[in-house]
């Protein structure tokens, strides 16, 4: 697997705690989206980890092509 499935064409707005952790998908493959839940075991992506400095609402990215990382960025808009 070299790219990443593509779960959603639009954001996941999460609200989010300070000072946590987060591990947003980078595969596609978790049944727990937008978060890991080991699926990617079997590819070449590893989750990545987020931690906020503040209790806020988040976007984070559903199509797995954001050049922010785990934010969405809008590159979802851009996808056929």
């Given amino acids: 697997m070299s790219e990443a499935k593509v779960v959603q064409k639009f954001p996941f707005k999460t609200h989010v705690e300070k000072g ?4 947003w ?3 596609g493959l978790s ?3 937008p978060f ?3 699926s990617h075991e ?3 992506f590893l989750p990545e ?3 906020f400095e503040e209790d806020k ?13 785990a ?3 809008g590159t979802h808009k851009n996808i056929e």
Wanted: with cysteine; glycine share 8%; charged share 30%.
């Fill in 20 to 23: 946590k952790s987060y591990y």
């Fill in 25 to 27: 998908c980078k595969c």
């Fill in 31 to 33: 049944s727990k989206q």
């Fill in 36 to 38: 890991c839940d080991g």
């Fill in 42 to 44: 079997t590819t070449d």
């Fill in 49 to 51: 980890r987020i931690v």
């Fill in 57 to 69: 609402d988040v976007f984070f990215c559903g199509c797995k092509k954001s050049a922010k990382g």
């Fill in 71 to 73: 934010l969405c960025d």
